[in-house]
């Protein structure tokens, strides 16, 4: 079965992630799914705009702890997740047409990179978000510490990284994370009405906008930063302090960590 809904209408490539028993989580193959569908949405001339989102009210929780767990190394398992999702972010930043993430309910860690990497990020007002990675030890990826100091600054990027703490979409707002909030009755109408604008707008014209924005904020780095990301996530996860965060978060209890 399929966790990863795709469609196009009008010119609007719309993709889901539909995985709602375990919180839009992805495994390795929701992630290549995914994957598949952001390359096959990002390379058809047909498509001049497409949606990101979430099914059920949840907009995605990130790489899934739960299959993590159960590997038998957690870097390894990380890193065959991880590919797949910095493939998607890079296709997204590199598609010659606006990429739309529409955020409803909880955007944390993967997910929260997945949201940051699109060109425009449109929340409903009950949409939270969270970096999330050092809550059980980790060290960021899927964009992350790429595009937060380009988004918001080093000193905010920084407060979200050490502290912490989950923003409502009002406080994603201020921080300058989101363009963005709509009430959740009338979210799916202006996710498509903002989609549909974007779609009937310039395409080749707004492609070679985005890429000359793209050249400006330095994103022909993002491939590098995204392996080195990776690498370091891998190294981390197969350390002491993962395991202990791993297991505090199933077992619902606060992490104690150690200097290393």
Known sequence: MTHILTSIDDAVGTITIDRRERFNSLDAETARELRKAGIRMARDPSVRAVVLRGAGGIFCSGADLKDIRNAPSYGDAFKEILE?????????????????????????????????????????DRAAFEWAYAKTGLTGAESSTFMLPRLIGLRRALELLLLNPRLDATRALEFGLINAIVPAAAFDAEVQRIAQQLASGPTEALGIAKELLNQAAGMDRLDVHLDRELEQLARIANGGNFAEGIGAFFEKRAPKFGAA
């Open 84 to 124: 797949y999702i910095h493939s998607t972010i890079s296709e997204i930043r590199r598609a010659p047409k606006p990429f739309l993430a529409a955020v409803d309910g909880i955007a944390a860690a993967g997910g929260f990179g997945l949201a940051m990497s699109c060109d425009l990020v449109i929340a409903s």
